[in-house]
């Protein structure tokens, strides 16, 4: 009995002292996606955080309404404000997660010990310039015309811009998920939201602590929604401390879990030294 609980105290302190992973999802998606690379952190002893951005997940703020991107990121602001003044996170963002990312390094470096962009939108002063759309906004015309990709929502009217966008569902697999298991997939189909586009496109941020924490950038080697010359662009325009290159779709939580989870754990030991 007593050797139980001194077992137990042991792991809980090694598990204290590993690393606090904090995942976040691309537009549309959810702290469900991570739900693999959760259980192989969990069961691995570290701590693991999934946040649900605004209207995304189990939020249930229509995305129609958030028309801005402090608004749409304020779950992840906000979880990182709560920490306290002494403990660091690693951030993980995927696809548009990197912008979320990005506006964390400007607001809290000092409680963020690694930054990960997976497959991800980053750029160091968000979407200033016409060539920051191009390098970060997904091209889907392989796929066909805009009307034919993707279902759009107008939150403000007909004679506005877009409020939110989701890739057809009869799309979704071929684009987004078309090395990931089936059941995955069609989880993703039950699950994935309009995304508030709009909010997105008006991320911009300062230079000011831009460079202030370490980069790792993972990139996904068949993506057919940041294809693999826009993150090398990306890459070359604001270059990490490293990049790792992982052969998996745009969604490699699914299809190549246990290669991305090795990966982030070197990001963690490699990138936090």
Same mark, same amino acid.
């Given at each position: ?32 996606c991570?739900y ?11 701590? !693991?955080?999934c946040? $649900?951005? @605004?209207?995304?997940?189990? /939020?249930?703020t %229509? ?7 402090? &608004? ?7 979880f990182?404000s ?11 963002g ?22 990960v962009?997976?497959a ?7 979407? !200033?310039t016409?060539? $920051?759309? @191009?390098?970060?906004?997904? /091209?889907?015309? %392989? ?7 993707? &279902? ?17 569902k ?10 990931s ?17 709009q ?5 911009q941020f300062?230079?000011?602590k ?6 790792i ?6 993506d057919?929604?940041?294809?693999p010359?826009?993150q ?36 963690s ?5």
């Amino acid at each position: 009995m007593g050797e139980e609980i001194a077992g137990e105290v042991v792991m809980k302190e090694i598990r204290l002292n590993k690393a606090h992973f904090v995942l976040v999802h691309g537009i549309g998606g959810g702290g469900w996606c991570w739900y693999k690379i959760r259980c192989l952190m969990e069961n691995s002893g570290y701590r !693991v955080t999934c946040i $649900d951005l @605004k209207g995304a997940g189990i /939020d249930q703020t %229509d995305p129609n309404t958030i028309l801005s991107f402090q &608004d749409y990121n304020k779950p992840l602001i906000d979880f990182l404000s709560s920490l306290d003044d002494h403990e660091k996170v690693i951030l993980v963002g995927h696809s548009a997660g990197g912008l979320s990312l990005t506006d964390a390094i400007h607001k809290f470096a000092n409680k963020i010990s690694l930054a990960v962009f997976l497959a991800a939108t980053m750029l160091k002063m968000g979407f !200033v310039t016409d060539q $920051d759309i @191009k390098l970060g906004v997904p /091209d889907l015309s %392989d796929f066909g015309e805009f009307g034919d990709v993707y &279902d759009v929502g107008f939150g403000l009217g007909q004679d506005h811009p877009p409020t939110t966008m989701i890739i057809k569902k009869e799309l979704q697999r071929k684009i987004i998920y078309q090395l990931s298991p089936l059941e995955d997939s069609t989880l993703a189909a039950m699950l994935l939201r309009p995304g508030p586009v709009q909010a997105l496109t008006s991320a911009q941020f300062t230079e000011e602590k831009a460079e202030q924490v370490p980069r790792i950038y993972i990139k996904t080697t068949h993506d057919n929604v940041i294809k693999p010359d826009q993150q090398d662009a990306m890459i070359k325009r604001w270059p990490p401390s490293d990049v790792y290159v992982l052969e998996s779709d745009h969604s490699p939580f699914f299809s190549a879990p246990f290669s991305l989870f090795g990966l982030l754990l070197k990001a963690s030991i490699s990138g936090c030294n």
